[in-house]
């Protein structure tokens, strides 16, 4: 039988605990109330904070950091990654056009991509972006033949598939041999033979990336232990490789970006420095992207309607799937807070007006009561949100404010 006093402990821990849970960011409400939503909102001194601490734990081991444009390819937030003296990953044409805009050195500009275009090619070639990373055979010809049109010289990395498993959902996974992405590691040796009767062609380096959103750091030991031995495979051949490009795929804490709005880039950098077997004069790449940005970037949208239904109660919202596409596609969970109340906690299936089922934010969130006009926040969607919209319903383009210009 349960006494006065324990229920009072089991009621005050509820209240603790129920405090922790609907814990809520902090932002200029007042300011946001007046803008048309849904638009993006990026926390500008959250961005610099982090660069800060990637700048400052991969300076530790004399790593270059290439931030990867795809996650958000805002000009403004590129102009500020930029300015931090990060290089740029770019994985189109229009990504490489969009680095230089904002003021990436061409020769820290890296170009990866499964599917580059002949005009792809020749902007990086026009320009002398830093390196192609190639993924496949029949791609290393092509840069050759249009570098020889040109009368010059392309400076490439190998982009291999090591076979690691990164433990993340499966349409992010790519490091494996049945993914799209490199070479696979049983036609490595066939590749190299090709490439060493290419004349403009230069192997510079090797690249892998094996996932997106990795938070288990025991694939990046596995992919740490495999390049190890590429390299003692690559040497028995007689080459030496200048540039080891271990891409990107640090995760970030969806659940709790208010207590943890920056991800453990000591503990990242430092599994590379414990176990890679760099070589003399050996430079040691990173393309993070997810991890740079996504934290700093919330969609606020407006509740249209709280709809009651027989089961449930749907919070309807002026943004959709058309804003925010990572909860349609891969079922990916964001953070919802009501920053308009702090009324009782009730449950709410968070929807878009998308004439689509999937249309779905989260079902059975704990909001405080929503009223029609509350602004919801859409926590950490910097990164693969605003670069993702989509003007599906002939929507219009959200747009993106700063909070230090807002």
């Known amino acids: 039988m349960v006494n006065n006093f324990q229920f009072s402990i089991f009621n005050s821990q509820f209240s603790i605990l129920n405090s922790l849970i609907m814990l809520k960011g902090t932002f200029p409400i007042d300011k946001l109330k007046a803008l048309p939503t849904p638009f993006y909102y990026y926390d500008v001194k959250l961005l610099q904070d982090t660069l800060d601490m990637v700048k400052n734990e991969a300076g530790k081991y004399g790593y270059h950091v290439h931030y990867a444009v795809k996650a958000n390819a805002n000009p403004r937030i590129l102009s500020v990654i930029a300015e931090n003296g990060l290089g740029a990953d770019c994985v189109s044409g229009g990504e490489v056009q969009a680095a230089l805009n904002a003021g990436f050195p061409a020769g820290k500009v890296v170009f990866a991509g499964v599917g580059k275009a002949d005009w792809e090619i020749n902007l990086g070639l026009d320009n002398n972006i830093f390196c192609f990373n190639v993924e496949s055979a029949v791609e290393l010809d092509i840069i050759n033949e249009l570098a020889a049109a040109k ?7 190998l982009r291999i598939n090591p076979e690691v498993d990164a433990h993340t959902h499966a349409k992010i996974t790519t490091g494996m041999k049945e993914n799209k992405f490199g070479i696979n590691l049983s036609q490595l040796g066939q590749v190299l033979d090709n490439l060493a009767k290419l004349k403009h062609v230069k192997l510079i380096g090797i690249h892998c990336h094996i996932g997106s959103q990795i938070t288990d750091m025991s694939a990046f030991r596995n992919l740490v232990i495999r390049v190890n031995e590429i390299q003692e495979e690559l040497e028995a051949r007689g080459i030496q490789i200048e540039n080891l490009n271990f891409g990107g795929g640090l995760g970030i804490d969806y659940y709790h970006p208010n207590h943890l709005p920056i991800p453990a880039f000591d503990n990242y950098f430092a599994v590379f420095n414990k176990l890679l077997k760099v070589r003399p004069g050996q430079q040691v790449h990173f393309e993070p992207g997810r991890s740079v940005v996504a934290q700093c970037g919330t969609l606020i949208s407006k509740v249209l309607y ?10 309807i919202l002026d943004a959709g799937f058309t804003e925010l596409i990572r909860p349609a596609m891969y079922d ?28 779905v934010f989260g079902k059975d969130v704990e909001l405080n009561k929503a009223h029609r006009g509350d602004l919801i926040a859409l926590r950490s969607a910097g990164a693969y949100g ?3 919209v989509s003007q599906y319903n002939c929507r219009q383009l959200p747009k993106a404010y700063y909070s230090d210009t807002i």
């Open 151 to 157: 009368g010059k010289v392309a400076s490439i990395a």
């Open 306 to 315: 709280v709809k009651v239904g027989e089961t449930k109660q749907f919070a």
């Open 332 to 359: 990916a969970y964001h953070r919802i807070e009501n920053i308009s109340s702090d009324e009782a906690v009730e449950l709410y299936d968070v929807v878009g007006p998308i004439c689509e089922s999937s249309d």
């Open 386 to 388: 605003e670069v993702m």
